[in-house]
Structure formats: structure tokens, C-alpha cells
């Protein structure tokens, strides 16, 4: 595969952090109910007149939001909030004629890789699926049954946005992770890049794993943020480390029965995982506190002389920047709780999620060895 292939995937990978971090912000100054329908083509555009603003402020004002929470909003605010919306969009759109595009570019001129086309097909399909689950997400919201529900806020479903989230996270990661390959192979196949830079020694196989886990450790804790989020569990118990008068709040309140009613049964008590405000946020502080003390450890061990000898440089260098990213997220993390979950240090904390996960992808792919088409080529 060409290397102007991984450099297109970085460009990528690079506009898909940008999508996470403008959706964040979507999410947190409620915009992204403020435009009411999915129109992939004709929807490129805002509105060109204050005829067709006032056509879009109709539409807003027969959704639950506006009729709950949003009665008093005028045109002006109004758009505020659908520019954000319309900007995590049309992000969305580039990105499809960005990778697409391209993608056809590359299949047809012979400069992807057998396998890199398949992997690449897969990505688009993706880029696709992401596009379908926004709107899916969005139309939760729009669920006019929600108005008959004493007390209840119109939000989207948090099943669909951490399922939103959790596809950008993927996306992100393949990207990525495809880019790196391609790129330290050329490195390696042009001589630029010693063998001992992949991490040749067997011994390292433990610690290639142990990176694996911490990895996938990180996106888990993300798609909890998703559900905290959604259910804007960050809104209560703004106090740390504590929660009330200890540290895990009362079980009868993590496992409340009145988030256990399903549809034929009362005892779905599993619900609170993914319902209960007070649950979504604990399990959220759980696996942040696992993933700071296992990212830690990983950086730690790699100070050991053994491991000091056998590491190449740059995933040093990469365990580092994890040690830090991770230490500043748990900053950001405590913050955003005690002050209430400001939008901008709460979209900060998301990017950093993106950061974290960024520098272990590196890890992951400094530990791999070369192709056997790369060594071949350096022979």
C-alpha cells in the first residue's frame, strides 16, 4: 500500500477527532435537537433567508424539547444552537467525500494492498453506518410520547448515543491504526527504521498484550462517559472522591427498583447500569479509576530495566505521553464534576479520551513487527 494512502488516513483519522470533539460540544449546549429532520443532500446548506429561518423555527417548535424546555427561546437563539448542530454535520459530510472519495482514487490506481482494500471498504461502510445511527440517535429525541411522562426531560437515547460514540471511537482507531502500519512499514522497508524500533524480542509479548487490555480498557470508560452523559449524570454528586456520606453511595440506590421495571418484568435490576443516574456515574468513576491505575502501571513497568532494554524508543516515548494524557484526564474528569460540567471543560475532557486513546494506539503499533512484504522489500 502506498504511503500517501497512510498519510490520507491520518488527515482522516484527524477530521474524525474533530467530529468527536464538535459532537461533544453538540451535546452539551443541547443543540443537536435543533434541527428536526435528516437530509443528507438537500440539508448541506443553513437556511438562506429569514423566510426559511422561520420555516426551521416552525419545525423546532413542534419538538418536545421546545414545548418542555424551550417554550421561551427566540429566533436568534434558536440559531445558535442549529449553526452547532448544522457544523457537527455537514463535519460529517466532509468526512464521507474525504474518505470516499479518495478511497475509489486509491482502489482504481493500484495503491492499496489486497487486504487494504477490504479493510478500507469496511471503513466506508462504517463512515456510512455512523451517518444512519446520528439520525437514529437524534430521532429519540424527537419522540413525541415523551410530553405524556410526568417530569421527564426530552434527551436522546443513551443506548444510541454511546452506540454514536462508541462507532466514532472505531472509526477513529482503524483510521489510525491502518496509517501507522503503512507508514512505519515504509519506514522500515526503506531502511529508515531499525528492526529493533518494532520490537523484535519475543519477550516483549506479555507487554504487547497488557497494552492490548489497557487499550481496550480506555474505549470501555469512554462509552461509560457516553451514558453519564446522557443521562446527565455528571449533574449530581458533584463531589469528589466521595458520593454523599462514602464512597460507594448505598446499594438500595445503585440498585434502585424503580429503574428494575421492564416490560414483563419488575426485577430487571441490570437496568440500573445503564438507567440510573447515580450507577452510570459510580461504574463511570470505577473503570476511570482502573484505567488511570492500569495505564500507570504500563508506563511504570516500562521503566524497569528489563523493559528499558528491550522497548524500543518510541514506545517509551508513547508510554510517557499516555502517563500524562491519563493524569490530565483524571484532572479534567474531577473538574468537569465539581464545577458542575462546564461545556468547555467537559469537551475537553472527551478530546482528551481521543488523546489518550491516540498515544496507546501508538504503543500498540510500535510493538508490532514489520509485514513480511516490508521485510522482504529491506532484503
Known sequence: TSRVVGFWLLGCSALVFAIVVVGGITRLTESGLSITEWK?????????????????????????????????????????????????????????????????YFTARGKLARKDIWRVGGLSL??????????????????????????????????????????AFTLYAGMFAMALRILRDHKFARGTL??????????????????????????????????????????????????????????????????????????????????????????HRLLATLTYVATTSLALASLHPNARRILPTSTKRLLMGALVAVNAQVVLGISTLLML?????????????????TTLLGVLSSLRKPSQLAQLVRR
Open 341 to 357: 460540567v462546564p461545556v468547555h471543560l467537559a469537551a475537553t475532557h472527551q478530546a482528551g479520551s481521543v488523546i489518550l486513546l
Open 40 to 104: 443528507p443532500v438537500t440539508g448541506v446548506w443553513w437556511p438562506a433567508s429569514e423566510a426559511e429561518w422561520m420555516e426551521e423555527f416552525t419545525k423546532y417548535k413542534q419538538s418536545p424539547e421546545f414545548k418542555m424546555l424551550n417554550s421561551s427561546i427566540d429566533i436568534e437563539n434558536f440559531k445558535r444552537i442549529y449553526y452547532m448542530e448544522w457544523l457537527h454535520r455537514i463535519l460529517g459530510r466532509v468526512l464521507g467525500v474525504a474518505f470516499i472519495l479518495p478511497a475509489i
Open 194 to 283: 531499525d528492526l529493533k524500533s518494532f520490537a523484535g524480542t519475543s519477550g516483549l509479548a506479555p507487554f504487547r498484550r497488557y497494552a492490548g487490555i489497557v487499550t481496550g480498557l480506555v474505549f470501555i470508560t469512554a462509552l461509560s462517559g457516553a451514558f453519564v452523559a446522557g443521562l446527565d449524570a455528571g449533574l449530581i454528586y458533584n463531589e469528589f472522591p466521595y458520593m454523599g456520606e462514602n464512597i460507594v453511595p448505598p446499594v438500595n440506590e445503585l440498585l434502585s427498583s424503580d429503574y428494575a421495571k421492564g416490560v414483563n418484568s419488575d426485577n430487571q435490576y441490570w437496568r440500573n447500569i445503564f438507567e440510573n443516574p447515580t450507577t452510570v456515574q459510580f461504574d
Open 126 to 167: 462504517l463512515i456510512g453506518f455512523q451517518g444512519f445511527l446520528g439520525w437514529y440517535m437524534v430521532k429519540s429525541g424527537l419522540d413525541e410520547s415523551i410530553t405524556q411522562v410526568p417530569g421527564a426531560v426530552p434527551r436522546v437515547s443513551q443506548y444510541r448515543l454511546a452506540a454514536h460514540l462508541g462507532a
